[in-house]
């Protein structure tokens, strides 16, 4: 049985793989949290609202990847009660030509079927060499 919870972060991560990153929100509260758990001195905080979050997270790491962008794949996704507890990989290129193949696991809490607060945490490392290039 899908959960509700999981049904939003599938049209979240749809909209994102698409390239819609506006229209991912559309399944968050206005002011959703969004932390990267890690030691980058830009992208290792708490942002909050769409237009911190894609202007001073995403778009930071975005930019670092070639024309082709990046692709997430869901493998498993534990949800209800508001919580959900995603593990999900991506696939990518950075404009250098490092092969960019992360894992993660986000944290996230709903306010009823929107999104309010998500903690993610992934190979720090990686990260780093993707935004050094």
């Not at 992208?43 to 790491?61: A, P, Y």
């Not at 290129?93 to 986000?106: K, W």
């Amino acid at each position: 049985m899908t959960t509700t919870e999981e049904q939003v972060y599938q049209a979240f991560s749809a909209a994102i793989n698409s390239g819609d990153l506006v229209g991912a929100f559309e399944h968050a509260t206005e002011d959703m949290k969004f932390r990267v758990v890690g030691s980058h001195p830009e992208i290792c905080r708490e942002f909050q609202g769409m237009n911190d979050i894609l202007q001073n997270c995403w778009m930071k790491v975005f930019e670092h990847f070639d024309e082709n962008g990046v692709q997430t794949t869901v493998n498993r996704i534990v949800a209800g009660d508001g919580v959900a507890f995603v593990h999900f990989s991506s696939q990518a290129t950075g404009r250098s030509g490092l092969a960019y193949h992360n894992e993660y696991v986000h944290m996230l809490q709903f306010e009823g079927d929107k999104i309010s607060s998500i903690t993610e945490f992934l190979n720090m490392d990686l990260l780093n060499q993707l935004l050094d290039q």
